[in-house]
RNA sequence: GUGACUAUCGUCUAAUGGUAAGACAACGGUUUGUGGUACCGUGAACGAGGGUCCGAUUCCCUCUAGUCACCCCA
């Protein structure tokens, strides 16, 4: 049927001859169907919007970055916990928000085969929360340290340093009210950001109150604005009703001018939110960490509660994006139905922290390379290599080899391309009496010797190479 | 979600309305049991689909993806 189709339109074209142009109609035909394929192969073999691979090339990068994290999370005493990448919708729309761009806009969600909505997490908080009280963990000695790391989801349209698919690592603190645990918190942040060794970077901080002396400054804030309402772009009009904190975020001329003068968050607090917020950039004062107050600092997500920050690094236009950020979240716990709980914590963007990295040219993790190479040649040698490359191995010597190349030229030159210090090679002869030769690759000399010999041949020549270095 | 720009070997680049060129990387070789350099050789690409045309990688449309700005965010 398809190809009567293909026939009669091919047909107005008319001029061939009638066996040549079967012939034709017959490979469109065939092509039709197999383009078609062609078109989800291609789809096959190209990742999401918006998702990556990581490559081997990066992950000396993401190595060094987990280092940091994994050392610091010791430090400061945090333990690891895995959560789940998908938890009920409905749980992200109790904590992060309905009416959040986050929940609104950038949702992951799906229905399951069972019938369930759920959500590829947007954030980590949510689900900790959920299972800090499904857990139990309110028991535990408080503090709780919690650390994680893992990918998030957000529906967005992709850029550099944004992905649909991208790497946070949080720190959270639960059953502290204090803020010297926001400042330490605060402290963690940036031991991160300086061992790994990133520069131009500047936390700032603010803090939002409670959600009553929230409300009462968004009154305010929407009073003042809506007084000169037609000074404001188009966008902030918006906002204006939406969500009226985001206008101190807007980047017009016009209404940052406008909102100069506007009420301040910090003047609504709360008596203790606002003795909170006073400690909490006097310990900062006494950390000498690089912070600054920002009042127009509102974070995107609707469970914070006083104090909330932002580590934001510029490059050297003086553009700034935001490498992380996090807050206290002490009323989030309670809403989800667990017993009152303050909490504080914060994510970190691995994704943006890798690229600013290379941008600012941080040396990567060095991997420890492998400086023995082992070369065979033969099929009796061959069948010998595997058990001698674990000899090898388990005597702390870590081998290089090329055992699906024949020749030993190859296999040498692969061996100087690795840039080894020692090449042990197994021929015909060497097999058959339990010898190998042992190649100094830097001289170039070389000896026989027995295999019981052989690793304190390969260790000694490795040994004088590291002593001529120092 | 809106707008703009882009899309050629693994990577970086070139050219072209008439069967795509180079560099780097890869692989192999230069008398077969020894590395580098050099030389030689091999494989490797027009993102997908449609249209215009005798003929499209090139022009047009759609899709996909990336980048940028917005929105927002890490």
């Known amino acids: 049927m398809a190809q009567k189709k293909v026939v009669a339109g091919k047909v107005s074209h008319g001029a061939k001859k009638t066996g040549e142009k079967k012939e034709n109609d017959k490979k469109a035909a065939a092509k039709k169907i197999s383009t078609s394929s062609a078109n989800q192969e291609e789809m096959l073999l190209q990742a999401l919007r918006g998702m990556r691979d990581i490559l081997p090339d990066e992950q000396p990068y993401w190595e060094r970055v987990r280092r940091a994290l994994a050392h610091a999370s010791q430090e400061y005493g945090f333990r690891r916990i895995d959560l789940p990448t998908v938890e009920y919708a409905h749980l992200y729309l109790r904590t992060v928000g309905v009416g959040t761009d986050i929940v609104d806009k950038e949702l992951y969600l799906f229905n399951t085969r069972g019938g369930d909505r759920v959500a590829l997490r947007p954030e980590m908080t949510a689900g900790l929360c959920r299972a800090y009280i499904e857990h139990g963990m309110g ?122 003068h506007a009420p301040q968050s910090l003047d609504y607090l709360d008596l203790e939110s606002r003795d909170h917020f006073k400690h909490l950039l006097e310990y900062l004062d006494e950390l000498e960490l690089p ?123 692969v061996a100087n391309r690795l840039g080894v210090e020692v090449t042990i090679i197994i021929g015909q002869k060497e097999a058959l009496d339990d010898t190998a ?34």
């Open 139 to 260: 028991v535990l000695s408080k503090p709780i340290k919690l650390f994680s790391i893992g990918p998030v989801f957000r529906y967005d349209r992709p850029q550099e340093g944004r992905y649909r698919e991208h790497w946070q690592a949080n720190f959270d603190i639960f059953g502290e009210n204090d803020p010297i645990l926001d400042a330490q918190t605060i402290q963690l942040a940036y031991r991160v950001i300086q061992q790994l060794g990133l520069k131009s970077i500047e936390f700032q901080v603010n803090s939002i109150g409670t959600p009553e002396s929230r409300r009462e400054y968004e009154k305010a804030l929407t009073r003042y604005l809506e007084a000169q309402k037609n000074k404001l772009c188009q966008n902030c009009r918006e906002r204006l009703v939406k969500n009226p904190m985001r206008i101190l975020d807007c980047k017009e001329d016009k209404c940052i001018q406008l909102t100069a």
């Open 437 to 470: 030769i042992v190649k100094d690759m830097v001289s170039g000399t070389q000896e026989t010797v027995t295999h019981e010999r052989l690793v304190d041949a390969a260790k000694k020549i490795l040994k004088t190479n590291q002593d001529l270095k120092v």
């Open 291 to 413: 912070y600054v107050i920002n009042t127009r600092l509102v974070r995107g997500l609707d469970y914070y509660t006083k104090t909330v920050f932002e580590i934001i690094s510029s490059d050297s236009e003086g553009k700034k994006y935001a490498l992380g950020g996090g807050g206290r979240y002490d009323r989030l716990i309670e809403s989800l139905g667990g017993e009152a709980t303050p909490a504080i914590g914060f994510g970190l963007g691995l994704d943006r922290i890798v690229l600013e990295m290379k941008r600012i040219l941080v040396k990567p993790y060095q991997e420890p390379r492998p400086r023995v190479f082992l070369a065979q040649l033969g099929d009796m040698a061959k069948k010998k290599s595997l058990k001698l490359f674990s000899e090898l191995e388990k005597n702390g010597i870590l081998i290089a080899e090329s055992f699906g190349r024949g020749s030993l030229k190859s296999q040498l030159r």
